[in-house]
Structures are given as C-alpha cells and as structure tokens.
C-alpha cells in the first residue's frame, strides 16, 4: 500500500514542478527579464538544490527518516506556486522559482525513501520505476501545462502547482516509513569517505556536464527559440517540452535492458552523445515539427542515463549511507542544472542564441568522451552495514 501510494505522491511531486515549465521562460521574459536573467530563474531551481541536498540527506541519515523531508518540501511546493501567481517582476519570479529547487531537494529523500521498499541487488529496478513515474508525471504535467497555458492562463498553471502540491502532501501522510535499519550519527570523516568512494566520484562528474546541457537547453532557451523564431503559442511550447518528455520515458524503460547488454559505461555514452548531437542540430531547425524532433532525441539520451546514474549512486555505498550518498551526487550535478542555464543566458546575451545552442553541444560531445573513463561498466555491490 504504501508503495503505491509513494508512486502517487512521487507523479504529483513532479507534476507541480513542471506544470508550469513550459511557459516560465517566456512568461519572465514579458516581464521584463533579460536573456541572462532568464538563464538566472532557470538556473536558480538547480542552485537551491545544490545548496539544500547535501545537508537534507546528512540529515535524514542521522535520524533515520525519509518522510518528515519530503512532506517539508511538498509544502514549500505549495507557497511557490502562489508565490508564482502574483510574482510578475523578474526578481519575484526568481524567489519563488527557487523555492521549488528546495522542493525538488526532497527528491533525495524520496528516492532514499522508495528504494528501502526494494532489497539492495534490485536498486537498479526500484530506479527504473521511479524514473518512470517521473519522466510520466513531466510528460503529462507540461503537456497539460502548455494547454491550460494557451487556453485559460499562464498564471493558472501556477495556481495548479500549487494545488497539485497540496494533494501530493495529503497522500504522504497516509504512507508508512520503513524502519528496520538502525540509523547512526555520521561523523565528518565517514561522510568524507562517502564523498571518495570512485563510482559515486565518476558518475556525478558526467551527472554535471548532462544536467548542464539539458536545463540550458531544451528546458530554458529552447522555448525561447520557438517563440522568437518559429512564431509558437503557449500551447505549442507544451507540445514542444512533451517531445522532449515522451521520448524520455520510453528511454527510463530501456535503460534496464540496455545497460544489461552494454553496461553501465556504454549506456551513458550512448544517451550523452544523443543528446549533444540532438543540441548541436537546433539551430538547422526552421519550423516547429522539425525542433520538436531534434528535442525528441534529447529526451531519449536523457532517458537512458538517468536511471543509470540514480542507481549507480545507490549502490555504491552501504544501506545506512545511501541518502548521503543520493545527497551528493544531487547536489553535484545540481552544479549543472544551475551553471548551465546561467552560462547559456550569457552566451545567449552577448553572441546570440545559436552559439549558446553550439556552445551547450560541444560541452555534450566533451560529457559523452569522459563518460568511456569516468563511468565505470559495472558498479560492486557494497556490504550491508547495519
């Protein structure tokens, strides 16, 4: 029971976070944002995250809970999405999309939380299916959101993050914690040792570079580009951002299979080189159908590391230190999620944006090369300490 409803909650966690996406750029950009602080609002959502995640999962470690974490950060969902309603000034807009990054901070907790439901040689399973769940709830929330956008208002897709929040709190507190790991204080030397362990140390350093490219690009100036130059409504940039999502969900299905065959290494070459390809034939675009195949094949490399890199995290470290670990590695390439979008804007400002989609491309090429030597093929299994 608490399972499915984990699901629940972890498909309307997502769903308030991205309901809105769709149509964030453009709507701070009519507010007066620049191309950089554009790159800013969407920058910020990986800084807050950056900031937060190391600390909540040292945290949750040491008490031994997940829960408390995740409901913290549902309820900061709920005051950022009204936040967005009426924060029409571009600093506002940045605040309160911030606020968010502390929501998606929980998502260590949340994964920590779902996969003790799972034995430990099944981490990789338990990955898949919430990198499932989550590429779904994206795809059907920006999907809904470029409608609701185009049809009644941008400032309701707001009002829906919100309300969306507020159920998935509701649904949390009807699931049970598992509580059969003694938990342990960790001392500084111990989390030291987390933050060295090599396969966590790799995975995290590519994590960068793929997070880099893809909230640059496909999530923040891609829209951008469709509107200024192909002339897209709201409702197409919903379109636009479920090409890039649908294709990421048939790719989380895959991994398993794929990795299986190829190993984890291969995988991730496979899906960063699809993806920095995908970018550098953007600007060949010059009408929407043609863009949203291009973002397509963005999403796909994207489906198939994402699970790759949540469950070498996992596993690379014993059970006790697993929310640590998941902490880590995304504040790491939160490192990406903040820095690339804010580049990107910089780039875009001073050299137009066709050199910041040339720009993210070759950072994409340079990721898929480091993979072959940071990656390892198969990740050991650690002890279970208790």
């Known amino acids: 029971m608490s399972v499915a409803l984990l699901c629940v909650v972890i498909f309307l966690f997502w769903a308030a976070l991205y309901v809105y996406v769709p149509v964030l750029p453009v709507y701070a950009k009519d507010a007066g944002a620049s191309m950089f602080v554009v790159g800013l609002i969407g920058g910020i959502y990986g800084f807050s995250q950056l900031i937060a995640r190391i600390p909540l999962g040292v945290w949750s470690d040491r008490i031994g809970q997940r829960k408390p974490f995740v409901a913290a950060g549902l309820l900061l969902g709920v005051v950022g999405g009204i ?61 809904s959101g470029g409608l609701i956008a185009g049809n009644i208002g941008r400032a309701e897709t707001f009002w829906v993050a919100a309300g969306v929040s507020g159920v998935a709190l509701l649904c949390l507190l009807f699931t049970q914690e598992e509580r059969g790991i003694q938990m342990r204080g960790m001392s500084w030397s111990e989390f030291l ?12 350093a590519v994590a960068v570079m793929a997070h880099f490219i893809v909230y640059a690009v496909p999530f923040t100036f891609v829209p951008i580009y469709a509107a200024k130059s192909l002339g897209a409504t709201d409702t197409d940039l919903g379109l636009l951002t479920t090409a890039l999502l649908a294709p990421y969900t048939v790719g989380t299905l895959l991994t398993p299979v794929v990795a299986s065959r190829l190993g984890d290494r291969l995988t991730m070459f496979l899906g960063v080189m ?23 094949f963005t999403g796909f490399g994207r489906g198939l590391i994402y699970p790759v890199m949540m469950s070498t995290a996992i596993r690379a470290v014993p059970q006790h230190q697993r929310a640590t670990a998941m902490g880590i590695f995304q504040a790491v390439y939160a490192i990406g999620m ?41 990740v050991k299994q650690p002890a279970v300490a208790v």
């Not at 699809?274 to 397509?296: C, E, K, N, R, Y």
């Not at 993210?360 to 340079?366: D, E, Q, T």
């Open 338 to 378: 903040f820095l690339g979008p804010a580049t990107a804007g910089m780039v875009a400002e001073s050299f137009g944006l066709t050199n910041a989609f040339v720009f993210n491309g070759i950072v994409g090429l340079v990721a898929s090369m480091l993979t072959l030597r940071w990656v390892a093929g198969k």
């Open 193 to 204: 040792s987390v933050g060295r362990v090599p396969a966590l140390l790799g995975i995290s």
């Open 274 to 296: 699809t993806m920095a390809l995908s970018i550098l034939s953007i600007p060949l675009t010059s009408d929407f159908q043609t863009l949203a195949i291009v973002q397509g």
């Open 83 to 143: 936040g967005l309603v009426f924060g029409r000034d571009p600093m506002l807009i940045l605040l309160f999309r911030g606020m968010h990054g502390l929501t998606a901070a929980a998502w260590v907790n949340m994964s920590v939380l779902f996969a003790s439901y799972f034995p430990n040689h099944r981490a990789t399973y338990a990955m898949s299916i919430i990198s499932f769940i989550n590429a779904v709830s994206m795809l059907l929330a920006t999907y």
